[in-house]
Nanobody, 128 residues
Framework: DVQLQASGGGLVQAGGSLRLSCAAS????????IGWYRQAPGKEREGVSG????????YYAASVKGRFTISSDNAKNTVYLQMNNLKPEDTAVYYC?????????????????????WGHGTQVTVSS
């Protein structure tokens, strides 16, 4: 049974930082890309970042490139999203997801179609 446990959201001022964690269990890690999506009120869900442990491949949406960094602790089966220089427009519910595939870019697929398993959301609020 695949499970994703997300944590690390919170309230931060603009320019601040947060780190999200996604602990995965019950899957063959190398067969999946672990990624982060976000959804703001009234907006569609957006693929933010992804990590492929099979090849170390990463993906970042243009809106977060240079500010967010995704990484993995293989021993803990945990993927982290370090978010720096946060902006009010980063405010959203962030979801961890497991997408079957080997290119981290699959996180950008429309409608999050490659995602097989979702973690619960964690709220990130950035005040101006």
């Amino acid at each position: 049974d695949v499970q994703l446990q997300a944590s690390g959201g919170g309230l931060v001022q603009a320019g601040g930082s947060l780190r999200l964690s996604c602990a995965a269990s019950g899957l063959i890690f190398d067969d999946y890309v672990i990624g982060w999506y976000r959804q703001a009120p009234g907006k569609e869900r957006e693929g933010v970042s992804g990590f492929s442990r099979e090849n170390g491949n990463t993906y970042y949406a243009a809106s977060v490139k240079g500010r967010f960094t995704i990484s993995s602790d293989n021993a803990k089966n945990t993927v982290y999203l370090q978010m720096n220089n946060l902006k009010p427009e980063d405010t959203a519910v962030y979801y961890c997801a497991a997408a079957r595939g080997r290119s981290a870019r699959i996180i950008s697929a429309p409608g999050a179609s490659p995602v097989e398993t979702w973690g619960h959301g964690t709220q990130v609020t950035v005040s101006s």
